[in-house]
C-alpha cells in the first residue's frame, strides 16, 4: 500500500483514464477526490466502488476558478491536505488538420480554456494544500500530440504542447516543495476511441511498435509509478505510447 493515507484530487475523473488512476491509486492506499463538471452520478458511483474509505466526488469545472477556490476550501476543511492534483479533465474533437475552418474560434477557445488553463487554474488553487505536506506532486496529463502535432486536431495538438511547457515552467517554480510531471500517452482505449471504425483502429494498433493502444490500466500505473518511485523526476514528460513516435 505504497500510496497509504495520500489525498489525491483528479479531474474529469469519472472518465476513461480517471476511472483507471483512481481505481489504481485506491487499490494501493490512497483517498480520492474524485472532481467532475457534469457526470456527477458517474462520479458519486465510482467513489462508492473504490477500495478503502474516505472518497468522495466533487464538482471541479476546471474553467471555472471562483469553484476551484471554494473547492480548496472544502478540500482542507475535509482532509486537511492535498498530496497528488492530477490534472486529467480535457475536451477535443476530431477536425481535419487541413480544415481550417472547421477549427472556429470557440472550439479553439473551449480546448485551451479547459486543456491549458484549467489545469494552471487548479495548480493555482490548490497550491496552498499542495505544500502543505511532506511534498506534493502534479501529474499533468498531456498526449504525444504535444510532440509530434498529430492529433484529432491543431488545437489540441497545441495545448498539449503548452502544458508540457506549463509543467517545466511549474517544476522550476514550485521546487522543491512540488515536483511537477507531465504523463504523456498514445492513443488510449477510452469512449472517444472506441467507437470509431474498427478498420482505423487496427491501422492505429498496427502503426505502433507494440502493436497496440495503450489501456487506461497502462496510464494508470505510469501515473502510480511516478508518485511512488519516480521520486527525483520534475519537469520532465514521460511517455507511454508503446513507441508510437518511432514510426
Known amino acids: 500500500m505504497d500510496l497509504e493515507n495520500q489525498v489525491v484530487f483528479i479531474t474529469g475523473g469519472a472518465g476513461g483514464l ?30 462508492g466502488e473504490l477500495k478503502g474509505s474516505g472518497h468522495s466526488a466533487k464538482e ?31 475536451i477535443t ?19 485551451f480554456r479547459t486543456n491549458w488553463r484549467g489545469a494552471f487554474a487548479c495548480v493555482r488553487a490548490f497550491r496552498s494544500l499542495l505544500d502543505a505536506g511532506a511534498g506534493g506532486l502534479v501529474i499533468n496529463i498531456s498526449s504525444i500530440a504535444g510532440a509530434t502535432a498529430m492529433g484529432s486536431n491543431i488545437a489540441y495538438c497545441a495545448s498539449k504542447a503548452a502544458m508540457n511547457a506549463m509543467t517545466m515552467s511549474l ?16 492513443l488510449a482505449e477510452t469512449d472517444f476511441v472506441t467507437g470509431l471504425d474498427q478498420s482505423w483502429w487496427d491501422e492505429q494498433s498496427q502503426r505502433t511498435p507494440l502493436q497496440r493502444l495503450a489501456k487506461p490500466e497502462d496510464v494508470a500505473q505510469a501515473a502510480r509509478a511516478i508518485a511512488t518511485s519516480l521520486k ?15 514510426t
Do not use: Q, W
Not at 73 to 81: A, F, K, L
Not at 232 to 246: A, E, Q, T
Open 18 to 47: 480517471g476511472r483507471a488512476m483512481c481505481h489504481e491509486f485506491a487499490s494501493n492506499g490512497a483517498c480520492l477526490i474524485i472532481g467532475y463538471r457534469e457526470s456527477a452520478a458517474a462520479a458519486e458511483t465510482l467513489a
Open 60 to 90: 471541479a469545472p476546471v474553467e471555472n476558478s471562483r469553484r476551484l477556490a471554494s473547492l480548496a476550501d472544502e478540500i482542507e476543511s475535509e482532509y486537511g491536505r492535498l498530496d497528488i492534483l492530477i490534472n486529467n479533465a480535457g
Open 93 to 111: 474533437r476530431f477536425v481535419a488538420h487541413d480544415d481550417l475552418d472547421g477549427l472556429d474560434d470557440k472550439l479553439i477557445d473551449e480546448i
Open 171 to 186: 517544476a522550476r517554480a514550485l521546487a522543491p516543495r512540488i515536483r511537477v510531471v507531465s504523463l504523456s500517452p498514445g
Open 232 to 246: 527525483f523526476s520534475n519537469g520532465c514528460i514521460i511517455p507511454v505510447d508503446g513507441g508510437r513516435p518511432l
